[in-house]
């Protein structure tokens, strides 16, 4: 089954961390790009991070760029998402994507979504 | 960074009607254009591509067109599962973004 599954959310004080899993099936993993999207409760999509097929290229948006970190792990098929720093704005339902081309170039679309972990910052 | 605007932000309407959301973006972004369809509680889902290539499994009552600056996502004969909030996002440069979305609800 073609499945992208999410772990790691909860509850977490601001300026603390926490890292976010997410488990790919069902198709090639180290083939492709992987992105993490995020959404505020009430808010629209947001895109936080990317990382090459091969772990060998980065991008992160502006605001959290040196807070974040994205990794992979191509032997088991699994997405990562270290957030360090955390504060109250990063409060929403982050999302793992898949790439929709093997092609890199860093700029894709989304063709396979998880299911969603929510992160709530708050003391 | 590359604003993605959507309208209208709500759109009223009843099955079998014909629904048009546009996505206006900041700067040329020639053809490098994705919709998605998102429902409460769940991801968004994929519809359409590069402005007007369907996502695997969409039915072909849902179509895009434009290039550059203007696009519009057309669903022809809503049917009762098509009610949600759509999103344009772009992948024309870094940062990827999103329009804030068009929610189509029931009339």
């Known amino acids: 089954q073609v499945q992208l599954v999410e772990s790691g959310g909860g509850v977490v004080q601001p300026g603390k961390s926490l890292r976010l899993s997410c488990a790919a099936s069902?198709?090639?993993?180290?083939?492709?790009?992987m992105h993490w999207v995020r959404q505020a409760p009430g808010k629209g999509l947001e895109w936080m991070a990317v990382?090459?097929?091969?772990?060998?290229?980065?991008y992160y948006t502006d605001s959290v760029q040196g807070r974040f970190t994205i990794s992979r792990d191509n032997s088991n098929s699994t997405l990562f998402l270290q957030m360090n720093s955390l504060r109250p704005e990063d409060t929403a339902v982050y999302y793992c994507?898949?790439?929709?081309?093997?092609?890199?170039?860093?700029?894709?679309?989304?063709?396979?979504w998880g299911q969603g972990s929510l992160v709530t910052v708050s003391s | 960074e590359i604003v993605l605007t959507q309208s209208p932000a709500t759109l009223s309407l009843s099955p079998g009607e014909r629904a048009t959301l546009s996505c206006r973006a900041s700067?040329?972004?020639?053809?490098?254009l994705a919709w998605y369809q998102q429902k409460p509680g769940q991801a968004p889902r994929l519809l359409l591509y590069?402005?007007?290539n369907r996502a695997t499994g969409i039915p072909a009552r849902f179509s895009g067109s434009g290039s550059g600056t203007a696009f519009t996502l057309t669903i022809s004969n809503l049917e009762p599962e098509d009610f949600g909030i759509y999103y344009c996002?772009?992948?024309?440069?870094?940062?990827?973004?999103f329009g804030g979305g068009t929610k189509v609800e029931i009339k």
């Open positions: 069902g198709f090639t993993f180290s083939n492709y790009g």
């Open positions: 994507a898949k790439s929709h081309s093997t092609t890199w170039y860093g700029l894709d679309y989304f063709d396979l």
């Open positions: 996002q772009q992948r024309s440069s870094r940062p990827l973004t």
């Open positions: 700067q040329s972004i020639y053809n490098y």
């Open positions: 590069d402005a007007s």
């Open positions: 990382i090459a097929y091969d772990g060998g290229n980065k």
